[in-house]
């Protein structure tokens, strides 16, 4: 039996072999190697180091701690043998699904400026706005008034009936309160509709660039992800003869982003009206429209529900929430519309999940509804700021030799060709041989994260999110260009 030991820093501050990180629980605390040569970073005093448990392997030690030490740890642990217990044992479906790459560089990013690298971080899609007052004060007063408890699991009566409303006048589409359910988030909403349609073999039609979560949720569901790239040449918008193309007995659900994430393209009426007819000619095919980004589109671009295309309601489950729009990421608030049957399958799955969504928020998305048509102003000055930014790097982006650029016509993402300068080596770094190498030689160089096109489905791109001010993007593009000057576009443009 090889039995663990408990140390942590200034526990052991003698050894040089120990892992380049350490946690320990009592202090709360990440560990460098550097730190634990200097014996800082840890609340542990020698006096205390019994009662901590930063544990890790004896093979990670040169220099042994003295014998009476040791003993001290090995008999405590000696109770908790693991020999017999399968540690690797994991459910299929789990090992088949991939960690969200943007969440991943996310976390990445935000280690490094905890460790005091002034990293910019334009990974996340997450609006760097505070959410509009109306929305704080309403959530403030549900928990002054006591409005703490649980709701039903579909979400309040109140809530479902001004969302219907909102669906009526702004998107065309109508809906009772039972066809609407309440989630935490509009990503529970997709995994639960995706749950709920899809049988193992079923096929999940999934136009590329994607979001990074929509291929992984059908492989949760045991459903196949069929991916359809589309060009930048195209703007990244799907042909309905390409899609016409694919379809099989098999395929279950299309899921369409407008505004994408991404690209941040919006589909026009008429080509939606194109995968209408396609989708109507197959009787299994259904629609999931993820519509979180709809109020952040930019004219002359105008944006369409799917829903209200003749013929497809019956066919089309629509994801919407106030996360985006309205910057109420940490509300987790999201719904899902449609027809009966298929909302009241989702909503036993959110059941046993994790019943219904937080009431404080949904007070607070009643406020967000109440602020006019659209969101209103508050929106409306969001938007406006989102588009100037986009300006911005859009014409910085074109001035870089080898990028090649589709402007984006909502959300906020930007989702620019770097391939011209793959192939390029840079001495002390390596080959440029993706957008996952690319992006690590900007984090390492220019110290600004972005996500590698990889993760939505197209290498050549890398995703560049102006969810931040413009001094900020500023910053970037001074960074990445002064980077992108030790490269040269290997590839002929």
Known sequence: MEASLSLCASCYPSSSSYPKSLFCPSSSSSFSSQNMKAGKGSSCSPLSWRSHFCTFSPRWIERKPEPDRLAAFIRADRTSSTDSVQFDTLSPRVNAVKPSKTIVITDQA?????????????????????????????????????????????????????????????????????????????????????????????????????????PEMARLADATPVIIPTPISNDFLLDPDVLASKLTEKSRLLILCSPSNPTGSVYPKKLLEAIARIVATHPRLLV????????????????????SLPDMWERTLTVNGFSKAFAMTGWRLGYLA????????????????????????????????????????????????????RDFLVKRLRALDGVKLSVPQGAFYIFPDFSSYYGSEVEGFGVIDGSDSLCRFLLDKAQVALVPGEAFGDDNCI???????????????????????????????
């Not at 999931?288 to 829903?307: H, N, V």
């Not at 399958?345 to 048509?373: E, R, W, Y």
């Not at 102006?466 to 000057?485: F, G, H, N, P, V």
């Open 338 to 389: 449609g027809p009966k049957k298929f909302v009241t399958a989702c909503s036993k799955i959110q059941s046993q999940f994790t019943s219904g969504a937080s009431s404080i928020s949904q007070k607070a998305a009643l406020a967000a509804l109440g602020m006019g048509f659209r969101g209103g102003e508050a929106v409306s000055v969001m938007v406006q700021a989102f588009q100037e930014r």
């Open 288 to 307: 999931l429209s993820d519509e979180i980004y709809e109020r952040i589109t930019y004219e002359p671009a105008q944006f369409t529900s799917f829903a």
């Open 110 to 214: 935000a280690a490094l400026i905890r460790a005091g690298v002034p990293v910019i971080r334009l990974a996340a899609g997450e609006p760097d706005f505070d959410t509009p007052r109306p929305i704080a004060e309403a959530g403030i007063q549900a928990i002054r008034e006591g409005f703490t408890r649980y709701t039903p699991n579909a979400g309040t009566m109140e809530l479902r009936m001004a969302i219907c409303n909102k669906l009526k006048e702004e998107n065309g589409i109508s809906y009772s309160p039972d066809e609407i359910l309440i989630s935490n988030g509009a990503k529970q909403g997709i995994v639960q509709a995706t749950l709920a349609l899809c049988a193992p073999g079923d096929e999940v039609i999934i136009p590329a660039p994607f979001w990074v979560s929509y």
């Open 463 to 493: 995703r560049i999110s102006y969810a931040a001010s413009l001094s900020t993007l500023q910053a970037a593009m001074d960074k990445i260009e002064k980077a992108l000057a030790l490269l040269k576009p290997a590839i002929p443009v």
